[in-house]
């Protein structure tokens, strides 16, 4: 099958690797995974990817807002991306209109 033979697969077995990384509990409001949350940010890569003159888009902006900041934060606060710059990332809220706080960088 072509599918195994791709670059899909890594990504897909590194996305369920993931699945652990986010707080269920313990006062998360984010109820999704790193993996799940990625996935849901796909609109917005154009407008993320490094030295990006491009705004992010209707489809990007609804993502950001269905998505919400806690889950931008664990994006934002998860592990490396390839192909993502975070600071612009973390502008996407305000570039969206979106009013969420500002993620708690971890370091």
């Known amino acids: 099958m072509k599918f195994f033979g791709s670059k899909v697969l890594p990504v897909f077995l590194f996305g369920l690797v993931l699945t652990g990384f986010v707080d269920k509990g313990e006062g998360n409001a ?37 998505l919400g900041q806690p889950c931008l934060c664990v994006i934002v606060n998860g592990p490396p991306i390839s192909g993502v710059d975070r600071n612009m990332a973390l502008q996407l809220p305000e570039k969206c209109t979106a009013n969420f706080e500002p993620c708690d960088i971890l370091k």
Do not use: M, Y
Request: proline share 14%.
């Open 30 to 66: 984010c109820s999704s995974t790193f993996f799940s949350a990625l996935v849901q940010l796909i609109p917005c890569r154009a407008a993320v990817a490094p030295f990006s003159p491009i705004p992010p888009s209707e489809t990007c902006c609804n993502a950001i807002k269905a």
